[in-house]
């Protein structure tokens, strides 16, 4: 991906045209539909040459907020992070290397994470790492029944 050419141009009509040409009526909904996808993934497919992860991320914050869904976004970001991080799962023995991954993963979460959430995920990073999941967890989507007990909705 040319990071260079994706700032050309109105990249925002060029993302939406794409999303339109997938039969998709939302950058949500076809993120939604990738819910492991990295930002990385999601952006090569829109176009490998000029949209950028930080784009879809960008237009996923702006959708969200419009529809009062902040939370379920930052639910979905955490899933592509571990997806990214721990393909197999949260590991059986949290050894130096596998706290490095799931570190990795929670930072990388938290740079995607508006304001307005960065106290609550901050204290999600902590729960998962104080209590651990059951070996193998990998959540698939942002209603996994654990991540909605750690990070409900805020109309919950």
Known sequence: MSEGRS???NWRVRLYERIRDLGYDSL????????TASLVALAEELGPDDIAGVQVFSCLVVEAERSGR???LVRGQLVRELAEALPNGWPDVLDDA???????ALARWGTFTPTT????VSQVGDALLATQ???GW???????????TLLPDEEA
Do not use: C, M, Q, Y
């Open 7 to 9: 700032w050309e141009g």
């Open 28 to 35: 949500t909904s076809f993120a939604e539909a990738r819910p």
């Open 70 to 72: 902040i939370t379920r």
């Open 98 to 104: 596998n706290r490095f991954k799931i570190a990795v």
């Open 117 to 120: 959430h960065e106290e609550r």
């Open 133 to 135: 999941p059951p070996p």
């Open 138 to 148: 990998r959540p698939l989507g942002p209603d996994d029944e654990l991540l909605l």
